[in-house]
Structure formats: structure tokens, C-alpha cells
């Protein structure tokens, strides 16, 4: 089974609209963490934001927040008011057990900002 | 400066050659990743080490060593490329304190014809 599923391959969204970004996850870990990644075309990987398993509030960064549903192993990644620089690839991660262990990618989903 | 850096950062070569891609990083991470990226596919764990004698396999190691040189080099070899493994590589550290974020350099461009 998929670790990581994103099941958007491709989102577009308008110029000032928020847009969400679905993710999922597998786990039978109690303590993991879930991460978001921004590919630009330039190809580097940009950390956005984290999400730690016992942690109780969505985690938000500026325009980013991530909408962790436990129960339901999602944890969406909201961008409000879109900007053009937020055309890019964003990545779904998860990190299992603790502080160690593996990292676990989603494919992906291509975002693209209409003017 | 560039906290992660990669060597090269382009590369053509041929099926069969020995090819080494070169990880150096200035944050002080004991913590090292090697990842694949292909279209489609997302991001791959080829391999990691948690400091310089660990060394464990990712996902898809098959074709692929590594070495650890010292806490700020981790080396990957492909020992005899194939034209599958043309890819986009990445480099990663990771600190073991705090929640772990993976800070990425800025990947090779490998092509095997």
C-alpha cells in the first residue's frame, strides 16, 4: 500500500483564491510527522510546513496552513490567496517513528495560478 | 553559500560507465538521504545514513552504494548505469533534533544513453 497518496496530479486555481491540496496517509505508527514540499520549475525542494502526529492545532505558516484530520489520516494543504509564484509541484511527505526513520513522498500535485 | 551542495549537478554518460554523484553539506546534520526523482513518481529513498558507520537501504537501492566519507559527504554510485536510472538526484540532511524537516540540495540531472 501507498504511503503517501495525492490524488490531485494536477490543480488549477485563480489569483486570490484559496486552493487545497489533498494528501493521505497510511500508518500504524503512533508518533509521525507530515510534511509539504514546493518544487518550483527551478527544481529545488522547498520545505513549507510540518504537522507532528500529537500535535492538537493545524499547523499554519503564512499563507499555508495544513488541515490535519486524523481520524481520517488526511492532511490537506491550504493556500490562501494564490499568487503566481505558486505555481509549482508540492509533495505530500511522511516521516514514521519518532524523530528517525524514513521519509515517504507522495507523487505529487502540479498547482497552477490563472492571472 | 548553499548549505547542501551536489556534484554535478548535470551529467550524460553511458550504459555501463561507473558514475559517482557527490553530497556535501555545512549544516552540521548528522543525518543523510539520497533520493531519486522520476515524473510521475515523486520522490524515492535510494538511501540513508544516520551518521558516518550507519548506512541502511531505501526503497530502491538495487544498482545503487554508497559511502559516507565524513559527517558532511555522503557519495552515491551508480556502480554500472543503465538508461532506467536517468533521473533527477537529491541530496538530503536531516537534524535528529526538532521534527526532522529534510533540507534538500539542488539535485543532479543525470541522463544515461
Known amino acids: 500500500a501507498q504511503k503517501i497518496t495525492q490524488t490531485q496530479p494536477g490543480m488549477f486555481v485563480q489569483e486570490k483564491e484559496a486552493v487545497t491540496l489533498d494528501c493521505t496517509y497510511d500508518?500504524?505508527?503512533?508518533?509521525?510527522?507530515l510534511f509539504w514540499y514546493k518544487q518550483p520549475s527551478s527544481g529545488e525542494m522547498i520545505f513549507l510546513i510540518y504537522?507532528?502526529?500529537?500535535?492538537?492545532q493545524n499547523a499554519t505558516e503564512g499563507r499555508y496552513s495544513l488541515n490535519f484530520q486524523k481520524a481520517r489520516k488526511s492532511a490537506n494543504l491550504v493556500i490562501s490567496a494564490s499568487q503566481l509564484g505558486d505555481s509549482a509541484m508540492y509533495f505530500c511527505?511522511?516521516?514514521?517513528?519518532?524523530?528517525?526513520?524514513?521519509?515517504?513522498f507522495g507523487t505529487g500535485t502540479s498547482l497552477t495560478v490563472i492571472p | 553559500d548553499a548549505d547542501v551542495t551536489q556534484t554535478p549537478r548535470n551529467r550524460i554518460t553511458k550504459t555501463g560507465k561507473r558514475i559517482m554523484l557527490e553530497c556535501s553539506q555545512t549544516k552540521g546534520h548528522d543525518r543523510m538521504y539520497w533520493y531519486r526523482q522520476d515524473p510521475g513518481l515523486g520522490l524515492r529513498l535510494i538511501y540513508y545514513s544516520f551518521d558516518v558507520k550507519d548506512i541502511n537501504k531505501g526503497e530502491i537501492s538495487d544498482g545503487y552504494s554508497v559511502s559516507r566519507q565524513a559527517q558532511a559527504k555522503f557519495s552515491l554510485s551508480l556502480e554500472s548505469a543503465i538508461p532506467n536510472q536517468t533521473a533527477l538526484y537529491f541530496c538530503a540532511t536531516s537534524d535528529m533534533r526538532g521534527f526532522n524537516e529534510q533540507f534538500f540540495g539542488p539535485g543532479t540531472r543525470l541522463t544515461v544513453l
Open positions: 500508518t500504524s505508527d503512533q508518533s509521525y510527522g
Open positions: 511527505a511522511m516521516r514514521e517513528g519518532g524523530t528517525g526513520n524514513q521519509f515517504y
Open positions: 504537522q507532528g502526529s500529537y500535535d492538537e
